[in-house]
């Protein structure tokens, strides 16, 4: 693990030196809450901030992006990727956590080209979080409340300095040329491990049970009349998938030009959430109740990615259950299928 | 167009009813920024942008909503006419703003805007064109996106039932990267209004009225819970539900109503 320090003070030049070589994207101020977006200034964003509306995944993961082009008599047909260098300032642990998802999501198997290719172009600057950033974070329960290796610099807010860890050779890159990079001192790494040690008490644990125990609980869980609970109020409106950082299913469909010389093939995102999502040829749909689409969300966070890729799904960042009108949360979710379980175990040894 | 040599361009012919006529200026706008349509397209009848009319058209773009048994003739004497028929926006596809006089007694309303004069006029409740004709299509909103439309036109140069979202306008809007606007104080049908539109509305700061009419399959009875958590009475609910969907909500209402009987 190696450290190098920067003087707040310098932060901005930091950015023009970037600016020099790279689009830059972080958390700009929007309507009070923040979104990612390209600055050119550190006055611009604000690296201590609560959460963004989406989270970085839109960087790897375009809202609408387009795949290919091609003509329709077959004569040509151009794969579409062209990422800019981009730096990513200001990601939180838990988004960390998201992309490392993503990234075994889009290279399992099958990899993703388009997701590649972005990945390769992306730097990721995470910073280390001191304080719960919204009322509904629940990163210490869900294990995310540290960075994880997926950063290539990350950010310790010494008060006065910035101390970067140094996690891959991109990010080393990042301060080369940069003047006001200093070598760590023994003094550094002794503000860099009490900063550390005293964050933890300030994160207040919410999952009742600990988060190993999450994918039993689920799978015991499947028949649980709370689904049918939360169909009924869930205004099936999407929000809690797309704010998700690792919700990442999509559609793709071809735009055929007006006078049918050609076309191009698009990428969109989707949702588990909406009716049309299983439905399938002859209108037959899977997921026909919106409780079947609460149950199949959850489970995805909490058991079925987990399954797939050994990575939990739901990082704890707090974007849905803030999203939600109708108070739908994983934190309430998980708890109350944990109570009605015990419950349920507690009968059972009654009754024997 | 190399391939298409033997293309021969569709008749396509524009009609409107109870409106404002504000979609078919935003197809005259479409075609402006999408000069190219008219390669694609005939157009033999459209009373806005041209004096000429035809009697012969496969695609009919109709406007407004049935709101006279006179309409009705008309509707049916273009659907035996046109292979395809759309409703080119909300009045068309929902009844629109003019379904809001439905709520009311009629003699009520006949009087409220012709005065003494209500018994020259047989206007009766107004109706989306599908109560009277089947359609083939529709482009919701109020007025239609211009996007859309060409998109529309595209799908079926291409022979394909045109795709409109049906999906709710929260999942377009979370793209935009909108803050939600309860979050901002403010109220939106966005949960239980058809997508589509690319969130304009919200976009720039005001909730969500509903022209696109409701999604398959609306939480309806949650959704009212939400409003009036935010502060919305009953009758502002039903009126905030009312704007663009009175038919709509009405046709939910009496569907509820027959389960319960």
Redesign the interface.
């Known amino acids: 693990m190696s450290y190098k320090i920067m003087p707040k003070s310098a932060l901005n030049d930091w950015v023009q030196h970037l600016r020099q070589k790279f689009t830059i994207v972080a958390p700009k101020p ?4 923040f ?1 990612f977006g390209e600055v050119t200034d550190a006055s611009e964003f604000a690296l201590d901030y609560p959460s963004t ?2 989270p970085p995944k ?1 960087y790897l993961v375009p ?2 992006e387009e795949l290919l082009s091609y003509s ?2 077959g004569s040509h047909f151009e794969m579409r990727t062209e990422p800019v260098p981009t730096v990513v300032l200001g990601v939180h642990t838990c988004d960390l956590h998201g992309i490392k998802l993503l990234d075994r999501i889009f290279s399992q198997g099958y990899t993703d080209t388009h997701y590649k290719t972005r990945r390769n172009s992306l730097y990721l600057v995470s910073y280390e979080c001191f304080e719960p950033c919204t009322e509904h974070s629940f990163c210490r329960s869900m294990g995310t409340l540290s960075a994880t290796d997926t950063f290539d610099l990350h950010i310790i807010n010494l008060g006065e300095d910035f101390a970067f860890e140094i996690g891959t050779q991109k990010g080393e890159s990042l301060l080369e040329g940069f003047q006001s990079i200093f070598n760590v001192t023994e003094v550094d790494i002794e503000r860099i491990n009490t900063v550390h040690q005293e964050k933890w008490q300030r994160f207040p644990y919410r999952l009742d049970f600990d988060v190993t125990e999450l994918a039993e609980l689920l799978t015991n869980s499947y028949t649980s009349t709370y689904w049918d609970e939360l169909g ?8 809690c998938t ?2 998700c950082p690792t919700c990442y299913c999509f559609d793709i ?1 071809d ?7 050609g076309g191009h093939r698009v990428r ?2 989707d ?1 588990c959430q ?3 999502f299983a439905t399938v040829a002859g209108g037959h749909n899977f997921r026909a109740e ?1 409780a079947a689409r609460q149950r199949h969300r959850f489970m995805r966070k909490g058991k079925y990615q987990e399954d797939a890729y050994g990575l939990v799904g739901c990082t704890g960042c707090g974007r849905c259950a ?2 939600c ?2 108070d739908i949360t994983p934190v309430k979710t998980f708890n109350e299928l944990y109570k009605r379980r015990n419950n349920i175990a507690e009968k059972e040894t009654e009754a024997k | ?4 040599e033997r293309y021969i361009r569709p008749k396509v012919a524009f009609f409107d009813f109870t409106s404002c006529e504000g979609c078919q200026l935003t197809v005259l706008d479409s075609l402006q920024t ?1 000069p ?2 008219l ?2 397209i005939e157009i033999v009848e459209f009373r806005e942008a041209m004096s000429e009319r035809s009697n012969e058209y496969q695609i009919a773009f109709v406007e407004g909503s049935c709101t006279r048994p006179a309409d009705e003739e008309r509707l049916k004497t273009i659907r035996s006419t046109a292979s395809l028929v759309i409703a080119l926006g909300a009045c068309a596809h929902l009844g629109g703003i003019n379904a809001i006089k439905n709520l009311r007694p009629l003699p009520e309303v006949r009087a409220d805007v012709y005065g003494d004069k209500a018994d020259w006029y047989d206007t009766y409740a107004a109706r989306p064109i599908s109560a009277v004709i089947d359609i083939d299509g529709f482009i919701p909103g109020c007025p239609i996106d211009r996007d859309e439309f ?2 529309v ?2 799908m079926l ?2 022979g394909r039932q045109p ?1 409109i979202p ?3 306008l ?2 377009e809007c ?2 935009k ?4 606007l ?3 104080g403010k109220i939106c049908l ?3 209004v058809r997508a589509g539109c690319g969130a304009i509305c919200p976009t720039y700061g005001d909730g969500c009225e509903g022209c696109r009419g409701l ?5 309806l009875d ?2 009212k ?2 409003l009036e958590e935010h502060g919305l009475s009953f009758e502002e609910v039903e009126q905030k539900l009312s704007m663009f969907m009175a038919y709509q909500t009405a046709g939910i209402k009496s569907e509820a109503e027959g389960a319960t009987s």
Do not use: F
Not at chain 1, 30 to 33: I, L, N
Not at chain 2, 177 to 180: A, D, P, R, S
């Open positions: 929007k309507h009070g809450q979104v509306v989406l839109k809202t609408q329709l008599d009924d109020i869930c205004l099936g409106c999407g929000m797309q704010v469909h735009e055929v030009d007006l006078t049918l010389d969109t995102w949702s909406i009716r049309m919106q803030q999203a009108l109708v | 167009m190399a391939q298409y999408s190219e349509l390669d694609m060409i998109r036109v595209k140069l291409q795709i049906d999906h709710p929260c999942i979370k793209l990267e909108n803050v939600c309860y979050l901002r966005g949960p239980i999604i398959t399959n609306p939480n949650s959704m819970m939400v």
